[in-house]
């Protein structure tokens, strides 16, 4: 599908990163005009902006001083880039912490912070609040027309928490607007459970080290809360933005599975969503697994958005500074990073940061620019290679993949999943189970979207639903519809415990999700690492590990038992025929070969072609359809080279048809045309 470019009237892909000019004002003479041919000549086209400027914006309360920011502005429009403004919500001036301590965070254990980081300050503070909308406004008037101005970046990594008195009070009216009323609430939390029933809502504190800490509805509602937070506070932010410059879309940098925030929620506000991409790439064999945990998370990001192109606002053209060890990045390996971006669905490859800065915590993290200042690095000249691919792809800007499966990622359900107390407590692996029904997937070269519980199932043919502890409302009649409307369905073991309040569903395991499956899921088995069990399934043997449910089939057909222990015989693996479609049921967690050959026989059976016949491991498949074309993308994650088989009648970048045995060299990324729409 073919949509518009993202920034209004510039159809490209966008090639840019973190500028911070501010940093040097006092050498700008020198140095901003050499940036821009810097920039330039890397094929670079956007920078973004005033990211953490505003105690150079706003020196003084209320005195706003935007020369650098004019310049700069303008040097950017005279050199044909686009700026990706931000707002400078990230960092706060000392003043402000100084005069309003009300800004400044408190923590879990109730201690107010002092001024100093960033990304930490109190969101219901209506001071804070006045001051974002303040300095939002002043800078969508100034820059409205500029012709620089392509997007707004809003902050900076929204993330954390507070529990400060204001924070408390907003907390408890928003529970208060959810429940309506204290016994309401009581009821949906169990709070009879330790005697901890609330006289009234101004009873209930957020959780803490030194306060309630244990009812995970508590937990699983501040999480829902902090997440409504940000949701509100970005809606604020972009409310003078929207009304100033309304063609000039927003977006928040995302983090990937960062777990404070349900960015499905926060997605839905997003114009475009966007993040930051920090592959830990090792150089060496795991790089092939890295390849295929990042394809994940780009996936999960584009879902973030509604499958719509997205952008990778930040990555390192080479090592980071905040792991234990920063390993260089191998040669070739930055236009894997970024043309796997591309391959699902970014239409940017951005980095952090432009120019690395002469001190303080980040002067040693990768950058396009290093303190040689010159072109004359291997980074730079890696960059450039990449902003000349970029140029030659531009007809790909708009294009997505055309998914026919769906992987199912839900950060509510992941939250209670992950504190609920019961087998394998503090270690669910919920989304390393994700993770490896995606790797599976992936590898065997089908396109995969990543969607959570909200989101409609009726685009695609089959939907994989791993663990689905908490049923989100309306989900289970989604899974219903989807399966009798003649999708398949694939389910598992630990699904269907509680609803939205945490609380378990009475009469019966998977729930509301019962009917569908055809089955009862009485009991959990947790195994030990030395323990397992196996089952055998189309002439082979495969191992059950961690988890090991103990259904009774009511109406559904036994694909395979249990070979052990006092379940043995009971089923495995069930299929039911629900209406005009199937939903199967793996009552066991199993290693990724069972998963591996269970779902190249069911993605067969419903007729979902690969990409490509026999992908290689450690090979990353994708395609982008739009206007202009299908695109294919082979990406190699491996040290070494491999060989893949490529479809008849494809064309390379250069037009040259290439097709049958093709091979791809360590870290190699391939990109080709094909015939068909
Ligand atoms: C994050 C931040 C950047 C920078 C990078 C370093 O993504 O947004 O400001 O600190 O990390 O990797
Ligand atoms: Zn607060």
């Not at 999943?417 to 019961?422: H, K, M, S, T, W």
């Not at 052990?564 to 290693?591: C, N, Q, S």
């Amino acid at each position: 599908m073919q949509y518009p470019p993202i920034m209004k009237d510039f159809p490209a892909l966008l090639h840019g990163g973190d500028y911070n000019p501010e940093q040097w004002r006092h050498m700008k003479d020198e140095i901003w005009p050499k940036d821009m041919a810097l920039a330039k000549a890397a094929g670079i086209n956007t920078l973004s902006v005033g990211i953490f400027s505003w105690a150079v914006l706003e020196p003084r309360e209320g005195e706003y001083d935007f020369s650098f920011l004019d310049e700069i502005m303008d040097l950017m429009a005279a050199n044909g880039l686009k700026a990706v403004l931000a707002t400078p919500s990230g960092a706060k001036p000392q003043w402000m912490a100084e005069k309003y301590p009300e800004v400044l965070r408190v923590t879990a254990d109730r201690r107010r912070e002092l001024f100093g980081g960033r990304h930490n300050h109190c969101l219901t503070s209506p001071v804070y609040r006045e001051k974002v909308r303040a300095i939002n406004t002043a800078l969508a008037e100034r820059y409205k027309d500029h012709p620089a101005l392509g997007l707004w970046h809003v902050s900076n990594e929204y993330g954390g928490e507070c529990h400060c008195p204001l924070c408390q009070q907003r907390f408890r009216e928003w529970l208060k607007e959810r429940y309506g009323t204290i016994e309401n609430l009581n009821r949906a939390w169990w709070n009879t459970f330790w005697s901890h029933e609330y006289p009234s809502f101004e009873a209930v504190e957020s959780p803490s080290p030194i306060g309630e800490r244990d009812n995970t509805s508590l937990l699983l509602n501040w999480r829902r809360f902090t997440t409504e937070q940000f949701v509100d506070f970005y809606e604020w932010e972009t409310a003078p933005l929207k009304a100033i410059t309304p063609d000039v879309p927003c977006t928040a940098n995302l983090m990937g599975t960062y777990d404070g925030i349900d960015y499905f929620r926060l997605g839905k506000s997003l114009d475009v969503s966007s993040w930051d991409n920090y592959p830990r790439w090792t150089g060496d064999q795991r790089d092939a697994r890295i390849l295929m945990d990042t394809a994940f998370t780009h996936d999960l990001m584009r879902g973030v958005g509604g499958q719509k192109p997205f952008l990778m606002m930040e990555s390192s053209p080479s090592a980071v500074n905040w792991q234990p060890i920063n390993r260089l990045r191998r040669p070739g390996v930055l236009m894997l990073q970024s043309m796997q971006a591309i391959a699902h669905g970014s239409d940017s490859v951005q980095y952090f940061q432009f120019r690395k800065g002469r001190g303080s915590a980040e002067k040693y993290h990768g950058a396009v620019v290093d303190h040689v200042g010159t072109k004359e690095t291997r980074v730079y000249r890696e960059v450039a290679e990449v902003g000349r691919r970029l140029e030659r792809l531009k007809a790909l800007a708009g294009s997505s993949p055309e998914s026919r499966v769906a992987l199912i990622y839900d950060w509510e359900n992941r939250w209670a999943l992950e504190q609920a107390a019961f087998g394998h407590k503090n270690h669910q692996k919920y989304e390393e189970t994700v993770r490896a029904h995606y790797r599976v997937l992936r590898g065997l070269a089908r396109d995969v979207d990543v969607i959570d519980e909200t989101c409609e199932l009726t685009p695609y043919q089959v939907v994989c639903g791993p663990m689905t502890y908490l049923l989100r409302p309306g989900f289970a009649e989604r899974v219903q519809a989807f399966v009798s409307g003649g999708g398949v369905y694939v389910g598992t073991y630990v699904s269907g415990w509680v609803d939205e309040d945490d609380l378990c569903f009475l009469g019966g395991w998977p729930g509301p999700l019962k009917e569908v499956f055809g089955l009862w899921d009485e009991e959990t088995d947790a195994l030990d690492e030395t323990r397992h069990n196996h089952f055998g399934w189309r002439g082979k043997t495969y191992q059950v590990d961690d988890y090991a449910a103990l259904v009774h089939t009511r109406g559904a057909e036994v694909l395979a038992l249990y070979d052990e222990d006092f379940y043995r015989g009971d089923p495995v693996l069930t299929r039911h025929a629900y209406g005009k479609g199937l939903a199967y049921y793996i009552a066991a967690r199993t290693v990724e070969d069972f998963l591996r050959d269970f779902y190249a026989a069911l993605l067969k059976k419903q007729g979902i072609a690969p990409l490509i016949r026999d992908l290689p491991a450690g090979v990353d498949c994708t395609s982008r359809v739009g206007d202009h074309g299908k695109y294919l993308f082979v990406l190699n994650g491996n040290p070494h080279s491999v060989t893949v088989n490529l479809p008849g009648g494809v064309r390379a970048e250069n037009g040259e048809p290439v097709c049958g045995l093709t091979e791809l060299q360590a870290w190699e990324a391939l990109i080709v045309r094909t015939n068909d729409q």
